[in-house]
């Protein structure tokens, strides 16, 4: 059984930063990442990291988000700057070791 946790989610003014974490339990994993679904709309890819480091990102957080991973602590970080209200929607991290995993999800709200 694996499970993830996310935490840092919260409410920031536009061009704020916050970052979340997510720690996952139970094995090591390929791929990591997020994914975001604001109210309404599908769920979108946010940002990607392989268990080597390549990383890709959402046109729409190119340049702003940054996301990193810690193997030894199965934790992955998405430092998110410059922030819109674009960006507001309910976080999710996942990860990927036979098949996928997911954690409950963290709202981030920015405000104008």
């Known amino acids: 059984q694996v499970q993830l946790v996310e935490t840092g989610g919260g409410l920031v003014q536009a061009g704020g930063s916050l970052r979340l974490s997510c720690s996952a339990s139970?094995?090591?994993?390929?791929?990591m990442g997020w994914y975001r679904q604001a109210p309404g709309k599908q769920r979108e890819l946010v940002a990607t990291?392989?268990?080597?480091?390549?990383?890709n990102y959402a046109d729409s957080v190119k340049g702003r988000f940054t996301i990193s991973r810690e193997n030894a602590k199965n934790t992955v970080s998405l430092q998110m700057n410059s922030l819109k209200p674009e960006d507001t929607s309910v976080y999710y991290c996942y990860a990927d070791v036979i098949g996928r995993w997911w954690g409950q999800g963290t709202q981030v709200t920015v405000s104008s």
């Open positions: 139970g094995s090591i994993f390929n791929a």
């Open positions: 990291i392989t268990s080597r480091g390549s990383t």
